[in-house]
């Protein structure tokens, strides 16, 4: 409802065409010696060939969990880190082959908020300095008197007002500091706003409060939006399409509205069964909430990496589910249980399309809390089985 109000104030500002494409990204970290790693020269695969396009004036929401690796996406995406493969192109550049003025220049028109103000803003600069420091570093605005009108347009453009740009962020509450952070990013006139988890930090009163904020500066601005989030009921509020990351990789993804109602992976089905108001996914017996361990990022299994968590692998064996595609073969998972032979043996792969589910056996919504239907014997299920 929020989302519809905010975009019908500016229907000409979204288009299908992506400002953003990315393509098979991959980001490598190098482990020193005794952090994970056991050996030198080990290393541990955040992004992991990763594909999305961002249509401008949308609003693409990447969910997962705790170090699934959306913010070293995100730092990749603004050009703070260097991505191991694959690309980035904002309006059609690529990202690697920017000389130092293009990439300035790209910086400018991608801004990254993130999550605690407290931590992102110098809590030795008043509120006027910190949105001065952003103009002269762009070279934008040029004159004391020109920076100091667009910091005034920009302060009461998030909310508030002339009187809070003396002030030091200690002196402001968490709703007001992480509007300064959204003023920060919008005074240099961006294109792209990257929002890594932009109100988990906050109360839920004034959660509801940025969210609207972000909103309405989407629509009146026209900006493209890339929110990070763990929070999959935040992705009903403000995005248009979604992408799910799992250690790495992201296991589905498709237009918001469908990957809520109707999830295909069973990670994502169990991520929506942890949003405590929307029960869609327990409701139709779909998926409990997550339990097991998450792998380490250095030890990946060989199969899929959601086996040692993954209730509908278990489910298969223990209903003997052959309607879902299962062969019936079973082999022992890294964690000692009776797993489907292909979730232990083969890792799914992204398929051509970009709303490839990777999965061997995903959710059918007509499945139902029964179980699949039986499938009639076709030529394509007998393919499948083999
Ligand atoms: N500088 C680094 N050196 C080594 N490993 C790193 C580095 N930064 C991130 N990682 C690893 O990359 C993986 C992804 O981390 P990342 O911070 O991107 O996850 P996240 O999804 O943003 O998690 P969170 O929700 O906790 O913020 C983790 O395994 C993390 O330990
Ligand atoms: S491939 Fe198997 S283990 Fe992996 S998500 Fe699908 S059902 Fe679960
Ligand atoms: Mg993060």
Not at 113 to 125: E, G, I, T
Not at 156 to 167: C, F, K, Y
Not at 310 to 316: G, T, Y
Request: glycine content about 8%; proline content about 6%.
């Amino acid at each position: 409802m929020m989302r519809q109000d905010a975009m019908q104030a500016s229907p000409a500002a979204r288009t299908d065409e992506p400002v953003v494409v990315v393509k098979d990204l991959c980001k490598d970290f190098g482990l020193h010696r005794g952090w994970f790693a056991t050996s030198a020269r080990q290393s541990v695969r955040a992004v992991d060939k990763v594909s999305f396009e961002v249509a401008r004036g949308s609003c693409y929401a990447i969910v997962g969990e705790s170090g699934s690796g959306k913010s070293t996406l995100a730092r990749v995406l603004v050009g703070l880190l260097g991505a191991t493969g694959g690309e980035v192109r904002i309006d059609g550049a690529d990202l690697a082959e920017m000389s130092d003025r293009e990439r300035r220049a790209m910086r400018q028109r991608v801004q990254l908020v993130l999550q605690d103000p407290r931590a992102s803003l110098d809590p030795r600069m008043r509120v006027a300095a910190v949105l001065n420091e952003a103009l002269v570093v762009h070279g934008l605005h040029r004159g004391a008197a020109a920076r100091r009108r667009r910091i005034e347009e920009v302060i009461v453009q998030v909310g508030l007002g002339p009187a809070h740009l003396d002030r030091y962020p200690n002196e402001l509450s968490g709703g007001q500091r992480q509007r300064v952070a959204i003023a920060r990013a919008i005074i240099c006139e961006p294109e792209i706003l990257v929002l890594d988890e932009p109100v988990s930090a906050l109360d839920v009163s004034v959660q509801a409060q940025i969210i609207n904020l972000l909103l309405d500066l989407q629509a009146d601005l026209g900006l493209t939006y890339v929110m990070i989030t763990h929070d999959l009921s935040l992705v009903g509020h403000m995005a248009d399409m979604v992408g799910v990351m799992y250690l790495g990789q992201f296991v589905e993804q498709g237009p918001a509205a469908r990957v809520c109602t109707a999830p295909r992976h069973p990670y994502t089905a169990s991520l929506l069964a942890a949003v405590p108001e929307d029960r869609d996914a327990t409701d139709a017996g779909l998926m409990p909430a997550l339990e097991g361990a998450i792998p380490s990022p250095v030890a990946m299994p060989r199969g899929c990496a959601f086996q040692t968590r993954c209730p509908r692998a278990d489910d298969i064996v223990r209903r003997n589910l052959t309607a879902t595609g299962w062969s019936g073969r079973i082999a022992r998972s890294v964690d000692g249980r009776d797993l489907p032979r292909r979730c232990v043996e083969e890792r799914p792969l992204p398929g051509p399309g970009r709303n490839a589910t990777l999965c061997h056996f995903p959710l059918d919504r007509a499945e139902g809390p029964g179980g699949p239907r039986a499938e009639p014997h076709t030529e394509h299920s007998q393919e499948r089985r083999r």
